[in-house]
């Protein structure tokens, strides 16, 4: 056999390289893995580690419902899936902004459920996508601890006796922060 006939053509090698970078972009990490990235944010103190399995209950069916930040740049993008942040456990971890997704399945996914759905289930879907989008602040992605934020304090604002007495604690407790931090924070003259 002569060599040139055992080498990969060129259109060959490419396809080739495209295929490993799919299959690179859609592999999920080990649930394990995964698991402890979905916690890891909560380790930041105390408060969030003792109240993350109920945030995390909580935003769970969030987390189910929208593709995470690798497996849309997977469909959407391939190059920029094929990049190594995009590739990892955290990427795999975040959620995507439902706004975005929502709007790549109406620009390009024509057989999609979005497309074929009676336009009474389009509108319910489009108005959840909207609530739901407010969360992320315009961010491509969150974790589930900014989620959960996000998802308390828009209930605390539109509940307005919950609103009020937040507020009030929270005046009590940047002033008694403030009052305590000043003197060693400010400039001396």
């Not at 987390?63 to 990427?91: G, H, I, M, W």
């Not at 007495?165 to 407790?173: C, G, S």
Request: glycine share 2%; with cysteine.
């Amino acid at each position: 056999m002569k060599e040139t006939n055992a080498r990969a053509s060129l259109a060959e090698r490419i396809a080739s390289a495209n295929a490993a970078r799919e299959r690179a972009a859609c592999s999920v990490p080990d649930r394990e893995l995964l698991e402890a990235q979905r916690r890891a944010p909560f380790e930041v103190c105390d408060l969030y580690r003792v109240h993350a399995e109920e945030l995390l209950q909580i935003t769970g069916p969030i987390f189910d419902a929208l593709p995470s930040r690798a497996a849309y740049l997977a469909r959407t993008d391939p190059q920029a899936a094929a990049c190594p942040e995009n590739q990892s456990v955290k990427a795999h971890a975040e959620v995507e902004n439902p706004a975005c997704v929502f709007v790549w399945e109406v620009r390009h996914n024509q057989d999609g459920a979005l497309a074929t759905s009676p336009d009474s289930e389009y509108s319910v879907a489009l108005d959840a996508t909207d609530q739901l989008k407010d969360l992320w602040e315009n961010k491509p992605a969150l974790n589930e601890l900014q989620l959960a934020k996000a998802l308390i304090t828009q209930i605390v604002l539109f509940d307005d006796d919950l609103r009020d007495e937040v507020f009030r604690r929270a005046d009590v407790l940047a002033r008694e922060c403030a009052a305590a931090v000043a003197p060693y924070l400010r400039p001396q003259s």
